[in-house]
């Protein structure tokens, strides 16, 4: 504990915050612009990587240290790396579906491990931006396991995870409109670090088409929902789509599925992404947004 830090209030048994870090976390929009950190150099290799700050962030409120995260859509490890960081560490187990995801993981975590002759990194002070003082890095009890998510998560027991936190794929993939290509020698707007295409028909981005990748995902859901503890709360970060010509509220269409599993929604916390490229979709002929945000779903298992 820091010193001159409030206890938390006696009957908090969700987290270990106090009053003022609680309220700070409830506010529905976020606009941190976190730094590249934690091996960001290989893990930006995977378009969709979340910051582990970020992911620090939640897996601080919805769980205590030593608690069990499950994260079913890992990536390159932004959950596993946020409870490494969490003040104090979490355990955390990680499944992913694509093999160069998993090794781009666990070359991170060595590497971070090795810095300072094995002390590990030091990550920066980002001050109000990420209250609570120093972090450290403890890796110990995160696990990435490659496999796919539907044939992994059935063989968790019931109730054992405390907290799951995931991002999972967005949509049905598309090929690329307006990045890549000659432009991108020219234009920084028609650059893309966006590389999670793969072919493997598990993955849910290579869904038939949205029905379907709405329904896997429900599987999905109702696999959360057994996992996780009575009371214990899923995270899931949701970016809407614009595809085939309109919009399509990826986010709350999810919400509704997870509802249907017994997943109670209880918020939708939106992340801003600064740094998001415009792109000129529509110009100059009609609207097409920038999606410059994304939802953090929070749905609780009532038990
Ligand atoms: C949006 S990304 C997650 C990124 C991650 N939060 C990070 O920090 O790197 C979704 C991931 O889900 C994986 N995926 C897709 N279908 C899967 C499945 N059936 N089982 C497990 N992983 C799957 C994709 O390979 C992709 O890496």
Redesign the pocket.
């Known amino acids: 504990m820091t010193a001159g830090r409030r206890e938390p209030h006696p009957a908090n048994t969700l987290n270990e915050l106090t009053g003022e870090e609680w309220l700070y976390f409830t506010k529905s929009v976020w606009t941190t612009a976190y730094p590249s950190e934690l091996g960001h150099a290989l893990?930006k290799g995977?378009g969709?990587?979340?910051p582990p700050r970020l992911m620090a962030r939640l897996i601080k409120f919805f769980s205590r240290t030593g608690e069990l995260v499950l994260?079913?859509?890992?990536?390159?490890?932004?959950?596993l790396l946020g409870a490494a960081i969490a003040r104090g560490p979490r355990r955390a187990l990680g499944?992913?579906?694509?093999p160069r995801?998993v090794a781009i993981y666990e070359r991170v975590v060595r590497e971070l491990a090795d810095e300072r002759d094995g002390a590990g990194p030091v990550l920066a002070d980002l001050g109000t931006a990420d209250p609570g003082g120093a972090r450290s890095f403890d890796p110990s009890g995160c696990e990435l396991r490659q496999?796919?998510?539907?044939v992994l998560l059935p063989a968790l027991a019931d109730e054992s995870v405390d907290f799951v936190a995931?991002?999972?794929?967005?949509n049905v993939q598309l090929p690329l409109t307006m990045a890549g290509g000659p432009l991108a020698e020219t234009h920084a707007n028609r650059r893309t670090d966006y590389a999670?295409v793969?072919s493997d028909p598990?993955?849910?981005?290579n869904s038939a088409d949205y029905g379907e990748f709405l329904d896997r995902m429900a599987t999905v859901l109702g696999q959360v929902r057994r996992v996780l503890r009575p009371g214990g709360y899923a995270c899931l970060?949701v970016r809407d789509a614009y595809q085939d010509g309109r919009y399509f509220f990826t986010g709350a269409d999810l919400a509704g599925r997870a509802s249907a599993v017994g997943l109670v929604p209880k918020g939708d916390l939106i992340w801003y992404q600064a740094g998001t490229r415009l792109r000129p979709y529509g110009y100059p002929k009609s609207f097409v947004p920038n999606i410059a945000h994304q939802h953090i779903l929070v749905l609780r298992n009532q038990g």
């Open positions: 893990r995977h969709a990587n979340k994260d079913p859509f890992a990536g390159v490890g932004g959950t499944v992913e579906l694509d995801w496999g796919d998510a539907l995931t991002d999972p794929p967005y999670m793969s598990a993955d849910l981005a970060i």
